[in-house]
């Protein structure tokens, strides 16, 4: 399977020959590598749904224990005791008449494997000889009426599938069957409609069970270089001493929680990425800005950011007003653990941003805050060592855009 190809019944049965040909050299001692005795054809089975909202018009599509057509490649391990990663991955799936056919792409990435890009069949054509012969609907009531072939993109994001590195004395095979996965796509993938519009798509209820088949590639890629993190990787105390503005480090000593478990966490765990960014949430400011992070993320897909979101106040606004000057302050209440996984869920945060919070309501307090700025929600951007460098919004209190977020972390990491 090529995703972009799919249509094509002409190229696709070339490129199976071209499948089944490698395996026939496989089987009678061409190969360089061994590999697996000759078994039936693998089948992965797909399950589970989707929704998709376009337009205001929500579609529901399904897939019942339907045969996946996948192609994966993996890099060829140095010894019988080394992992292999998953170096490509291609599944596509679609329903016993035709339509609704999803394909995806997945490539190595430092969370695992990543969408890369992908088409939805809206409108399916059955292509024969170059031209489209006939048309299969994905159901009705999609807003645009179409008997012609109508796609959608799948873009590079966070959407990804859960499935792990090849184990010792699979990777050096030629051929290595991969047996009784029980995998799941995982977060949303982002389709393109037309030139501007994009949608959110959660795949997460996919599910895929059964078995695939590798080809090992010697000189397949497992991606860019992961960075290590840890406090190990930050700056030794007192150089810088803590702080909340540029030049100084990042705050460690306030005790903050993992919003799942209450667990006590140092922010100095980010250290080590390319950089590092924090924001300082205050629920009731009821600002958009968390849900601007996947969209940075899809800017930077080749950087390995460092993000934690720590909620601060809560959702009720309390308005002082001093009343010898006139000016007003707001304050809310401490945050709770379960309004904390709230707000992630509500803005579809990726599971890589670590989700933290202040139940001690430390963080208003000026020697315990982690971010100097005047306006809420405030967030700050560091190097791998922990030390800022810079932070927003700023004195005009407008709040930052994705090119100025993307701008501050390049600053860092260069282009």
Request: charged share 20%; hydrophobic share 40%; glycine share 10%.
């Amino acid at each position: 399977m090529t995703i972009g190809r799919s249509g094509d019944q002409d190229y696709r049965c070339r490129r199976w020959l071209a499948v089944w040909a490698l395996g026939a050299l496989v089987a009678t001692g061409c190969a360089t590598e061994a590999a697996e005795p000759a078994k039936p054809a693998a089948k992965l089975l797909i399950s589970g749904t989707f929704t998709i909202d376009v337009e205001g018009a929500v579609q529901t599509v399904s897939y019942a224990d339907v045969l996946a057509e996948v192609h994966a490649v993996h890099k060829t391990a140095a010894d019988a005791k080394s992992y292999a990663c998953i170096a490509q991955l291609d599944v596509a799936m679609e329903k016993p008449d035709g339509s609704c056919r999803l394909e995806l792409s997945f490539a190595p990435s430092s969370e695992g494997l990543r969408v890369t890009g992908g088409q939805f069949h809206v409108v399916r054509g059955i292509t024969a000889g170059g031209a489209v012969v006939k048309t299969v609907p994905c159901g009705s009531g999609w807003p645009e009426a179409s008997t012609k072939p109508l796609v959608y993109s799948v873009l590079e994001g966070q959407g990804g599938i859960n499935l792990d590195p090849l184990p010792p004395g699979k990777g050096q095979l030629a051929v290595a069957r991969l047996s009784d996965l029980n995998l799941s796509l995982t977060g949303k993938a982002l389709f393109k409609k037309g030139f501007a519009t994009k949608i959110a798509v959660d795949l997460s209820a996919i599910k895929l069970k059964g078995e695939l088949d590798s080809t090992g590639d010697p000189k397949a890629s497992c991606g860019a270089a992961t960075f290590p993190t840890g406090v190990s990787y930050c700056a030794k105390a007192g150089a810088p001493p803590e702080g909340s503005t540029p030049g100084t480090a990042l705050r460690r000593t306030v005790k903050l929680l993992t919003c799942q478990g209450e667990e006590p966490f140092d922010l100095g765990e980010l250290c080590g990425n390319e950089a590092i960014w924090v924001i300082d949430w205050r629920d009731w400011s009821g600002s958009k800005l968390l849900t601007q992070i996947p969209q940075v993320l899809d800017l930077l897909p080749k950087r390995q950011i460092g993000i934690a979101v720590v909620v601060a106040e809560g959702k009720t606004k309390i308005v002082d007003k001093d009343p010898a000057t006139g000016a007003t302050t707001a304050d809310g209440p401490a945050p709770t653990a379960a309004e904390c996984q709230e707000i992630a869920k509500q803005a579809g945060l990726p599971p890589s941003v670590i989700l933290l919070f202040d139940k001690d309501k430390q963080l208003i307090m000026q020697d315990k805050e982690l971010v100097s700025a005047a306006f809420v929600p405030r967030m700050l951007f560091a190097k791998p060592d922990g030390k800022i460098v810079s932070v927003l919004p700023g004195q005009d209190g407008t709040a930052p855009t994705n090119d100025q977020i993307v701008a501050a972390i390049k600053a860092i990491t260069g282009p």
